[in-house]
């Protein structure tokens, strides 16, 4: 009887245990920086808040909805394996919102308020231009420079031959050498969601003149689809780096440790000031306002000059360190806390299903493909002639089709070179930035 008590009361305490550590582990878990209760209980509020109809018809109601649903999704998309490898989050925020709309799932007043926060008060501009403008002024100098001289052979023949190829296979398929190269080739390589896809809906919207949520529509696919065919391709190139040593740098782009060491250069740390923060804003908003301004003198769209300010004052350093640092430091918040709630946003307004399905085809997919695999393929090439590794230099040029920041860490992650980062940023958002703006004028050009 003795011994039965006892393995009862071990049996209790082996089970209290495990309950105790369950919920440890929950209490450990967070959404998007929330605690899981907090999370839980605020969404809970939310919902019957929508379901109710008493959210309230503001920017404070959008945003309680699209942030939630954002946190909710990107965390869902980092924990699916196989998925976070390619794109996860930015598939799901983009995606379940669309679908949830076509089936009629949100309430009339929820998709009122985050029309009212989206389009009426414009929070996709107020992102677009932290990101650009923060990402611009907040990198250094030196390889803002140094990573252009550098990177401009590999970067520029490779994009060359990924257009070329992009137009040939896709004319093959039946598609035009207009819609190839703006809607197919120009969203994979113009450095991801929020760099890329949103400044060039908005200058195709101001072209071509229907509303930017058409655009996003069609461009948004590519985007991913470039996205993850250049992650494959990256971890294909890794396995060949391991099967080839003299083609792999193990890391390092150039054939010369000195030459690397200029691009060791980290990003400082300290703590965040939030007054230079608050004139890091005001910098966006004026590159913002400038570029409209000057938009109704040159007639070229002001989010395309915005970038071209930006890169001209980084370079003749117009803009003193501290706003440099204050925009920058603001360019981080957005990207860590908004990014993936805007896209929610784009998902529940700007991406209609029925208009993504209708994009889809084994002929598109074999385009993105095309256009992805030449771009690295020319690069592992010609890379020896410029003293740089082939693998490396092929992996840092198919991040020129990645989805911005989020798709740089997904490639260079699955290809085990995250050293690369400061090459991979240049590909992104140098070569994305140059992608905008070229095909922004070329586009008006014809039209």
């Not at 998902?347 to 209708?358: D, K």
């Not at 230099?393 to 992650?413: E, K, P, R």
Request: hydrophobic residues 55%; aromatic residues 8%.
């Amino acid at each position: 009887m003795k011994q039965l008590n006892a393995e009862l009361a071990c049996e209790k305490n082996t089970a209290q245990s495990d309950s105790s550590g369950i919920i440890n582990q929950l209490r450990q878990l967070d959404i998007g920086a929330v605690p899981v209760a907090l999370f839980i209980t605020i969404s809970a509020i939310v919902a019957v808040s929508a379901y109710a109809n008493f959210l309230p018809k503001n920017m404070i109601g959008g945003l309680a909805v699209i942030m939630t649903l954002g946190f909710a999704l990107a965390q869902l998309g980092k924990s699916i394996p196989l998925l976070r490898d390619i794109g996860g989050p930015a598939i799901l925020c983009l995606m379940v919102p669309s679908v949830l709309v076509y089936f009629d799932f949100f309430q009339p007043n929820v998709m009122a308020t985050v029309h009212l926060l989206m389009k009426d008060a414009n929070l996709l501009y107020f992102v677009i231009a932290s990101l650009v403008v923060g990402s611009i002024l907040g990198m250094h100098r030196v390889i803002l420079i140094q990573g252009m001289i550098r990177m401009f052979v590999p970067l520029v023949v490779g994009t060359v031959t990924a257009v070329a190829t992009g137009l040939l296979v896709g004319k093959l398929f039946g598609f035009s050498f207009y819609h190839t190269f703006f809607f197919i080739i120009v969203p994979i390589i113009g450095g991801g969601i929020g760099e890329g896809i949103l400044p060039l809906s908005l200058a195709y919207s101001a072209i071509l003149g229907a509303t930017p949520d058409v655009y996003v529509a069609q461009l948004a696919p590519a985007a991913v689809m470039g996205n993850i065919f250049a992650i494959v391709t990256a971890g294909v190139l890794a396995r060949i780096g391991m099967q080839r040593k003299a083609l792999s740098g193990e890391g390092m782009l150039i054939r010369s440790a000195q030459e690397n060491a200029v691009f060791a250069i980290k990003e400082q740390g300290g703590q965040v000031d939030f007054q230079l923060m608050g004139g890091g804003l005001l910098v966006i908003c004026a590159f913002f306002i400038v570029g409209g301004l000057f938009e109704h003198i040159v007639h070229i769209p002001g989010p395309v000059l915005m970038i071209l300010f930006a890169v001209l004052c980084k370079y003749c350093r117009i803009i003193p360190a501290s706003m440099e640092t204050g925009a920058h430091s603001f360019y981080k918040f957005v990207s860590a806390a908004l990014v993936w709630p805007l896209m929610i946003g784009l998902g529940m307004l700007y991406v209609p299903l029925e208009s993504v399905v209708a994009v889809f085809s084994l002929g598109y997919v074999i385009v993105c493909g095309s256009v992805v695999l030449s771009m690295g393929v020319v690069s592992f090439l010609i890379a020896p002639a410029l003293k740089m590794f082939p693998v490396e230099a092929a992996i840092v040029t198919c991040c020129h089709s990645g989805l911005g920041g989020t798709g740089d860490v997904a490639i260079l992650s699955a290809s085990n070179r995250m050293g690369l980062m400061p090459f991979a940023q240049i590909a992104t958002r140098i070569g994305g930035a140059s992608t905008v703006i070229g095909a922004t004028l070329l586009l008006g050009w014809l039209m």
